[in-house]
């Protein structure tokens, strides 16, 4: 919620001396007033603790405003700009820099909230006030798509309670304006679902002549029907490209260095160390995994246990099986007291991050592996995952880079390390990596 304030301020081209302001005003209540005055103090925090160390989004977007005039990559070019309720002014400004080298065309649907008014006024405003000529058009109605007439009939409709003042009883269209733009099918569950989708959509490239990239599949419960859309249009030969987001814990490399972090500053947590280990990005092969799993659920291996050998369960085993695991264990230990090691010698948060990063290139290797795992799902056809894969490690070192830059100096806690852990988290959790909503490629 903080990190939201702080943006929004930001984006609303707003300052301390205008918060202060509105603080000083006889019209709040002491509430409000106080309310802005914590806010006030966390922003002037967080500006002195940035300050010299990092930059952030809305502090880039100042900076590429006023370099606008410099670039080259507006020549010979026009902006059209559309899809757009509202703009922060910030986003204005950057339009209206644009605006002095080129025409800047800006698209603004007709709101019932009157929000296409207010853009229209603040655009204006801030145009005439940098000397910048600007102009309204109204788009006819002959340029409307035609054969709309049930669309128009369900967006003017569909949600509506009441009748307009205008109106004694709700307007019903002809039939012989419904045709066959929307069309609606009851089904009994998500696969007969995705089977009349898949059927529908084959019938329209085979027999109607379109093209794959002419045809969407808009689903709002992509988690629990993205594997059965994926596993029917397989089956009907119609490839799939899904556009969602996904935060880049979903990935096996914030997986991996989250829990080996965790299982290593939180006092040796198992279950952790089998999120790590199941990523499949370690040398360890998956058997040896499974006995291992099974023979710590047996014994009940947890923290400090996991620093002695074995001695639980020789009848279970033979000889080998055992050696097995001991040797499985003896490996995870020595790679991961590297990371101990460089906790309890690390004098601040920068030292250890960069050591952190070492140790996942040169020990875990872990780049190569994400590399080897991204090639084969492309060879299976999983494209976005394969995408994702490959980009999730870069992604993640970056984070980590950026705590290094705004925490660096600090000392690193050596007697409680578990905070750096949760600050890690916390930092990896909200990334997210765009991927974009289920559509169909060519």
Same mark, same amino acid.
Request: overall charge negative.
């Given at each position: 919620?903080?990190?939201?304030?702080?943006?929004?301020?930001?984006?609303?081209?707003?300052?301390?001396?205008?918060?202060?302001?509105?603080?000083?005003?006889?019209?709040?209540?002491?509430?409000?007033?106080?309310?802005?005055?914590?806010?006030?103090?966390?922003?002037?925090?967080?500006?002195?603790?940035?300050?010299?160390?990092?930059?952030?989004?809305?502090?880039?977007?100042?900076?590429?405003?006023?370099?606008?005039?410099?670039?080259?990559?507006?020549?010979?070019?026009?902006?059209?700009?559309?899809?757009?309720?509202?703009?922060?002014?910030?986003?204005?400004?950057?339009?209206?820099?644009?605006?002095?080298?080129?025409?800047?065309?800006?698209?603004?649907?007709?709101?019932?909230?009157?929000?296409?008014?207010?853009?229209?006024?603040?655009?204006?405003?801030?145009?005439?006030?940098?000397?910048?000529?600007?102009?309204?058009?109204?788009?006819?109605?002959?340029?409307?798509?035609?054969?709309?007439?049930?669309?128009?009939?369900?967006?003017?409709?569909?949600?509506?309670?009441?009748?307009?003042?205008?109106?004694?009883?709700?307007?019903?269209?002809?039939?012989?304006?419904?045709?066959?733009?929307?069309?609606?099918?009851?089904?009994?569950?998500? +696969?007969?679902?995705? @089977? /009349?989708?898949? !059927? =529908? *959509?084959? $019938?329209?490239?085979?027999?109607?002549?379109?093209?794959?990239?002419?045809?969407?599949?808009?689903?709002?419960?992509?988690?629990?029907?993205?594997?059965?859309?994926?596993?029917?249009?397989?089956?009907?030969?119609?490839?799939?490209?899904?556009?969602?987001?996904?935060?880049?814990?979903?990935?096996?490399?914030?997986?991996?260095?989250?829990?080996?972090?965790?299982?290593?500053?939180?006092?040796?947590?198992?279950?952790?160390?089998?999120?790590?280990?199941?990523?499949?990005?370690?040398?360890?092969?998956?058997?040896?995994?499974?006995?291992?799993?099974?023979?710590?659920?047996?014994?009940?291996?947890?923290?400090?246990?996991?620093?002695?050998?074995?001695?639980?369960?020789?009848?279970?085993?033979?000889?080998?099986? +055992?050696?097995?695991? @001991? /040797?499985?264990? !003896? =490996? *995870?230990? $020595?790679?991961?007291?590297?990371?101990?090691?460089?906790?309890?010698?690390?004098?601040?948060?920068?030292?250890f991050v960069f050591d952190l990063i070492k140790i996942l290139e040169e020990e875990w290797e872990l780049p190569s592996r994400l590399q080897a795992v991204s090639e084969a799902q492309a060879e299976e056809g999983y494209n976005e995952e394969a995408q994702n894969t490959a980009q999730s490690y870069e992604a993640c070192v970056k984070i980590l880079e950026q705590l290094a830059a705004v925490l660096g100096d600090e000392t690193f806690d050596k007697q409680g390390p578990k905070r750096y852990y949760s600050s890690t988290r916390k930092v990896l959790n909200p990334l997210t990596s765009v991927l974009f909503h289920l559509h169909l490629t060519e």
């Amino acid at each position: 919620m903080v990190n939201d304030f702080i943006a929004d301020f930001k984006q609303q081209d707003c300052s301390l001396d205008e918060l202060k302001s509105a603080i000083d005003s006889d019209s709040n209540s002491e509430l409000l007033s106080h309310k802005l005055h914590e806010l006030m103090l966390i922003i002037d925090e967080y500006e002195s603790e940035l300050e010299g160390r990092y930059i952030d989004s809305e502090d880039y977007i100042s900076m590429y405003v006023s370099l606008i005039g410099e670039s080259t990559l507006l020549d010979n070019h026009s902006v059209w700009v559309y899809g757009f309720d509202t703009l922060a002014p910030k986003s204005m400004d950057a339009l209206i820099e644009m605006a002095k080298r080129v025409d800047v065309n800006i698209m603004v649907n007709i709101s019932d909230f009157d929000l296409d008014t207010i853009l229209i006024a603040a655009l204006t405003s801030r145009a005439d006030l940098a000397g910048v000529a600007i102009s309204k058009e109204y788009v006819p109605d002959e340029y409307r798509a035609y054969g709309r007439k049930t669309l128009d009939y369900l967006e003017e409709n569909l949600f509506r309670t009441v009748l307009s003042s205008r109106e004694s009883v709700m307007k019903v269209p002809n039939e012989d304006t419904i045709n066959d733009e929307v069309r609606l099918v009851e089904c009994a569950n998500p +696969f007969y679902e995705a @089977e /009349s989708a898949a !059927s =529908y *959509i084959y $019938e329209l490239i085979r027999d109607k002549g379109y093209r794959m990239n002419d045809i969407a599949v808009i689903c709002n419960d992509d988690s629990s029907r993205k594997p059965i859309i994926r596993r029917t249009f397989e089956e009907y030969g119609i490839p799939l490209f899904v556009d969602s987001r996904r935060t880049i814990t979903d990935s096996m490399a914030a997986r991996f260095i989250v829990s080996l972090l965790e299982f290593v500053l939180q006092g040796y947590r198992t279950s952790a160390l089998f999120v790590m280990l199941k990523t499949e990005l370690t040398s360890i092969e998956r058997e040896d995994i499974e006995m291992l799993e099974n023979y710590v659920r047996n014994y009940r291996i947890r923290g400090n246990m996991w620093t002695r050998a074995f001695k639980y369960g020789h009848f279970e085993y033979t000889e080998e099986e +055992f050696e097995r695991l @001991e /040797s499985t264990r !003896s =490996y *995870i230990m $020595e790679q991961v007291s590297k990371l101990r090691e460089i906790a309890e010698s690390s004098g601040t948060v920068a030292e250890f991050v960069f050591d952190l990063i070492k140790i996942l290139e040169e020990e875990w290797e872990l780049p190569s592996r994400l590399q080897a795992v991204s090639e084969a799902q492309a060879e299976e056809g999983y494209n976005e995952e394969a995408q994702n894969t490959a980009q999730s490690y870069e992604a993640c070192v970056k984070i980590l880079e950026q705590l290094a830059a705004v925490l660096g100096d600090e000392t690193f806690d050596k007697q409680g390390p578990k905070r750096y852990y949760s600050s890690t988290r916390k930092v990896l959790n909200p990334l997210t990596s765009v991927l974009f909503h289920l559509h169909l490629t060519e």
